[in-house]
């Protein structure tokens, strides 16, 4: 089954925002349509998923247990994010924050966002796939000035320069997959096929796939948000409107990572074994989490706090992928909970924007009592996401120091100590924002609940639901299953 459905779907949503003429119109008809294009991935991936039906793959299409996970991440994501800009977006329209084209654009560019995620994770054509996430970049940078303002502009320019900048260098790394391959003796088109380039990558000689993958790492990894590659995240996300934040810390990320980890093991099998870029992983996973740990406590915008903390999470992840083959049952695991807990977080600050205006955290106070029901969601999203049980990440980052102090108990001290200091930077300023009283005793208008905080509730509840169950056998069995897949590219 391939999803030809879905793209027919999502790109029929941004022909909606293009052509209908009402603010109502193209609330509502780009709301349907996205429902139908997230519930079209989940009949393509949860059936795989969960092993009720088998891997395939085709000359252009790729779907196993891993690219069916990422696939269902994007359609949960993209499905909440559709949900939350439902009420966010409507409300800076009647708010005349931006313009009815403003509105038309940002629902065009929005569907076609998530849709070349989608097709990223879905791909098994390398050329394809590096279109698609070159894509996400050129759809995503009028979002991220979609308000017009000198900041949003310079975050925008940084992100399309540095961003495409290294997915050309990806291309790069690509090409020379590629091109080892067709001096191997493999022919015609599937010298860009991921699953013939894995069948085959002895044949690749191992000086051309180590240049490969360094220009790959380093090109996919600006678009990660590694360390130092990372200057363009915290302003793109901290200027882009909550929901697409949302999109680019909970998923985006993770869509980057998804096609270095493929390529990572047709590097490890060419080269027979997977020290040298295990080596890579380690560094540059340690290092972006050093770095967020001092920037952490020198923050005065919520939204950048929370850019710095996904920053910290890609480190973890990549820092976890260094120690196979356990280290990759972490990295899945807390590929699921950022996702889920990113997300929330950049949702509920859309809603403390929508109430104070503003980004500053010294401008916003007693939070609690303007915002309880956000205020509540938003402070057990950010213990979860400094992983304090019951949150899946606690289950990640269990796994991952229990590897990684018997390998590298060093290494381990400094991100148990940067952690701890993100930890507190964090729930300083949270409490500041939530518990500070103000100057003046002004009777709070009553929050009512509304659809962004039923999106957050839900995110939580699966959140606290993933911890239990990813704790049991059946749960370890399941995320084994994908950590395979991520191996393996599809089973044998």
Same mark, same amino acid.
């Given at each position: 089954?391939?999803?030809?459905i879905?793209?027919?779907?999502?790109?029929?949503?941004?022909?909606c925002?293009i052509f209908?003429?009402k603010?109502?119109?193209?609330?509502?008809?780009?709301l349907?349509?996205?429902?139908?294009?997230s519930?079209?991935v989940?009949?393509?991936?949860?059936p795989?998923?969960?092993?009720?039906?088998s891997s395939?793959?085709?000359?252009?299409?790729?779907?196993d247990?891993?690219?069916a996970l990422m696939a269902?991440?994007v359609?949960?994501?993209?499905l909440?994010a559709?949900?939350? @800009?439902?009420?966010?977006?409507?409300h800076?329209?009647?708010e005349?924050?931006?313009?009815?084209? #403003?509105?038309?654009?940002?629902?065009t560019?929005?569907?076609l966002f998530?849709?070349?995620?989608?097709?990223?994770?879905?791909a098994?054509?390398s050329?394809?796939?590096?279109?698609?996430?070159?894509?996400?970049?050129?759809s995503?940078?009028?979002?991220?000035?979609l308000?017009r303002k000198k900041? @949003?502009?310079?975050?925008?320019?940084?992100?399309i320069i540095?961003? @495409?900048?290294?997915?050309?260098?990806?291309?790069?790394?690509?090409l020379?997959?590629?091109?080892?391959s067709s001096?191997?003796g493999?022919?015609?088109?599937?010298i860009f096929t991921?699953?013939?380039?894995?069948?085959?990558?002895?044949?690749?000689?191992?000086?051309?796939?180590?240049?490969?993958?360094?220009?790959?790492f380093?090109?996919?990894?600006?678009?990660?948000?590694?360390?130092?590659?990372h200057?363009w995240?915290?302003d793109a996300?901290s200027?882009?409107p909550?929901?697409?934040?949302?999109?680019?810390?909970g998923?985006?990320?993770n869509i980057?990572?998804?096609?270095i980890?493929r390529?990572?093991?047709?590097? #490890?099998?060419?080269?027979g074994?997977?020290?040298?870029?295990s080596?890579?992983?380690?560094?540059?996973g340690?290092?972006s989490?050093?770095?967020?740990a001092?920037?952490?406590l020198?923050?005065?915008n919520y939204?950048?706090?929370?850019?710095?903390?996904?920053?910290?999470?890609?480190?973890l992840?990549?820092?976890?992928?260094g120690?196979?083959?356990?280290g990759?049952?972490?990295s899945?695991?807390?590929m699921?909970?950022?996702?889920?807990?990113?997300?929330?977080?950049?949702?509920?600050a859309?809603?403390?924007?929508?109430?104070?205006k503003?980004?500053q955290?010294?401008e916003?106070k007693?939070?609690?009592?303007?915002?309880p029901?956000?205020?509540t969601?938003?402070?057990?999203?950010?213990?979860?996401?400094i992983?304090?049980p019951?949150?899946?990440?606690?289950?990640s980052?269990?796994?991952l120091?229990?590897?990684?102090?018997?390998l590298h108990?060093?290494?381990s001290?400094?991100?148990?100590?940067a952690?701890?200091?993100?930890?507190?930077?964090?729930?300083k300023?949270?409490?500041?924002m939530?518990?500070?009283?103000t100057?003046?005793?002004?009777v709070?208008?009553?929050?009512?609940?509304?659809i962004?905080?039923?999106?957050?509730?839900?995110?939580?509840v699966?959140?606290?639901?993933?911890t239990?169950f990813?704790?049991?056998?059946?749960?370890?069995?399941?995320?084994?299953?994908i950590?395979? #897949?991520?191996?393996?590219i599809?089973?044998?």
């Amino acid at each position: 089954m391939t999803p030809i459905i879905t793209i027919i779907l999502i790109l029929g949503a941004s022909a909606c925002a293009i052509f209908l003429k009402k603010e109502k119109e193209v609330l509502r008809s780009t709301l349907l349509l996205s429902i139908l294009g997230s519930l079209s991935v989940f009949a393509i991936a949860l059936p795989v998923l969960f092993n009720v039906a088998s891997s395939w793959h085709s000359s252009v299409w790729l779907l196993d247990g891993f690219s069916a996970l990422m696939a269902s991440l994007v359609a949960f994501v993209y499905l909440a994010a559709s949900l939350v @800009s439902f009420r966010y977006i409507g409300h800076e329209y009647k708010e005349r924050i931006i313009s009815l084209a #403003d509105l038309k654009l940002y629902f065009t560019l929005f569907h076609l966002f998530a849709l070349c995620m989608i097709l990223t994770v879905l791909a098994n054509n390398s050329l394809m796939l590096w279109m698609a996430l070159e894509g996400t970049t050129l759809s995503s940078t009028f979002l991220v000035g979609l308000y017009r303002k000198k900041t @949003s502009a310079e975050a925008a320019w940084k992100y399309i320069i540095i961003c @495409s900048t290294g997915i050309s260098l990806g291309l790069l790394g690509i090409l020379l997959f590629s091109y080892g391959s067709s001096l191997g003796g493999v022919g015609g088109g599937e010298i860009f096929t991921l699953t013939a380039l894995f069948q085959n990558a002895h044949l690749i000689s191992p000086e051309i796939v180590k240049w490969g993958f360094v220009f790959l790492f380093v090109g996919f990894g600006a678009k990660l948000g590694l360390v130092p590659m990372h200057i363009w995240l915290a302003d793109a996300h901290s200027n882009a409107p909550s929901p697409i934040s949302g999109l680019f810390s909970g998923i985006l990320l993770n869509i980057a990572l998804y096609g270095i980890i493929r390529f990572r093991f047709i590097t #490890d099998l060419a080269l027979g074994s997977s020290a040298w870029t295990s080596q890579l992983f380690l560094f540059f996973g340690f290092i972006s989490i050093l770095l967020p740990a001092l920037m952490m406590l020198v923050q005065s915008n919520y939204k950048r706090m929370l850019a710095y903390s996904s920053v910290e999470h890609m480190g973890l992840i990549t820092f976890a992928l260094g120690l196979s083959p356990l280290g990759m049952l972490a990295s899945v695991i807390h590929m699921i909970g950022h996702t889920l807990t990113k997300s929330m977080l950049f949702f509920g600050a859309g809603e403390i924007l929508i109430n104070y205006k503003t980004t500053q955290t010294s401008e916003i106070k007693g939070l609690m009592k303007r915002a309880p029901y956000t205020a509540t969601l938003f402070l057990l999203g950010i213990l979860a996401i400094i992983a304090l049980p019951p949150s899946a990440l606690f289950v990640s980052e269990y796994i991952l120091f229990a590897t990684a102090f018997a390998l590298h108990p060093i290494l381990s001290l400094f991100i148990l100590l940067a952690l701890s200091i993100i930890a507190y930077a964090m729930l300083k300023t949270t409490v500041g924002m939530l518990f500070s009283a103000t100057e003046k005793e002004q009777v709070p208008v009553k929050e009512r609940w509304n659809i962004t905080h039923w999106v957050m509730a839900t995110q939580l509840v699966l959140i606290i639901g993933l911890t239990f169950f990813l704790s049991s056998n059946n749960g370890f069995q399941f995320i084994n299953s994908i950590a395979k #897949d991520t191996v393996y590219i599809v089973k044998q």
